[in-house]
């Protein structure tokens, strides 16, 4: 299996094109779990498989390191919108893509010929509680308690395709992540399990964000939760609606326009190609 190992400030992926390569394992979970391992098998938080799209220019489905599937990751949209324009898949700097959360627009961002960064059109925020989705009563979920064991958290949920936890926190960086996380993740109240963001907010804008994903445990990005938390601020009052959001390896710039569709813009990297046995 010929495959392309990339990343988005960090989150990283093994991306296949499975058009090309037919003799792919009829079970694509197990091949995630195997593949992404970071021991045993290449290493990343997740596969991605693209493949010519049926009502857009190409498709891409995301498995998670735990084999698990996932409705949409912004890193990763980034690097299959670069990939296909860079491996002629595409010829065109707009492109659509389907995703299990519906079709996204990537832009590619050009400078002097070449890929600067992708600017991508990831759709209107859903805020509905049944859209997330989490239990309760109908409407939004704004700065609303939720317990969870000894611990009780304000939280402000936003699915961008795929669940969102969203809690604001003095400092990002004390937060007991892996403890926290897990115990979020499969909160009863996420029927689907989701996906946590703690955020600090360091001024109206600008936030510092670190993430636990559903199914991936802590990675260095999120592009749908660096989404989740632009919009999360601003429906707190904490930023306006056009926010930088400050990751381990780098920042992605968030924009939740007047259209309603949030917009985000950020790096897609290439970082080696190679052949693995399946």
């Known amino acids: 299996m010929r495959f392309t190992k990339v990343h988005g400030l960090g989150n990283d992926f093994i991306l296949v ?22 021991h045993f098998g290449i290493g990343a938080d997740g596969l991605v498989l693209i ?21 949409m990751c912004g890193n990763a949209i980034r690097c299959v919108a670069r990939y296909a324009y860079e491996r002629g898949l595409v010829n065109k700097t707009v492109l ?19 890929v600067k960064a992708v600017r991508v059109d990831m759709g209107e925020p ?8 989490m239990t309760g009563p109908a409407g939004r979920v704004v700065n609303e308690p939720l317990q969870a064991g000894e611990d009780s958290f304000h939280v402000t949920a936003v699915s961008m395709g795929n669940p969102h936890c969203v ?23 996420f029927p689907r399990k989701t996906n946590v963001e703690f955020v600090q907010v360091l001024n109206d804008k600008e936030l510092r964000m670190r993430v636990w994903e559903r199914g991936a445990g ?13 919009v999360a601020a601003a429906l707190n009052g904490h930023t306006g609606r056009k926010v930088r959001v400050h990751l381990r390896a780098g920042a992605l710039d968030i924009e939740w326009a007047e259209d309603n569709h949030v917009y985000m813009t950020g ?12």
Do not use: W
């Open 126 to 133: 859903r805020l509905e509680r049944g859209e997330i989705p």
């Open 218 to 230: 802590p990675t260095m990005a999120c592009g749908t939760g660096a989404c989740a938390s632009a």
């Open 267 to 278: 790096p897609a990297e290439e970082v080696f190609t190679g052949e693995y046995p399946v």
């Open 51 to 71: 493949k010519p799209g049926d009502k857009a220019d190409i498709a891409m489905r995301i498995i998670n390191s735990d084999g698990s599937e996932a409705e």
């Open 167 to 189: 809690i604001f926190v003095p400092d990002a960086s004390s937060v007991a992540l892996n403890t926290l996380g897990p115990r979020l993740e499969m909160h009863p109240a």
């Open 96 to 114: 659509q893509v389907e995703t299990a959360a519906g079709i996204m627009v990537p832009e590619l961002v050009m400078e002097n010929g070449k």
């Open 17 to 38: 094109d499975a058009a090309v390569e037919k003799e792919l394992p009829e079970d694509p979970a197990g091949l995630a779990v195997q593949v992404c391992d970071r």
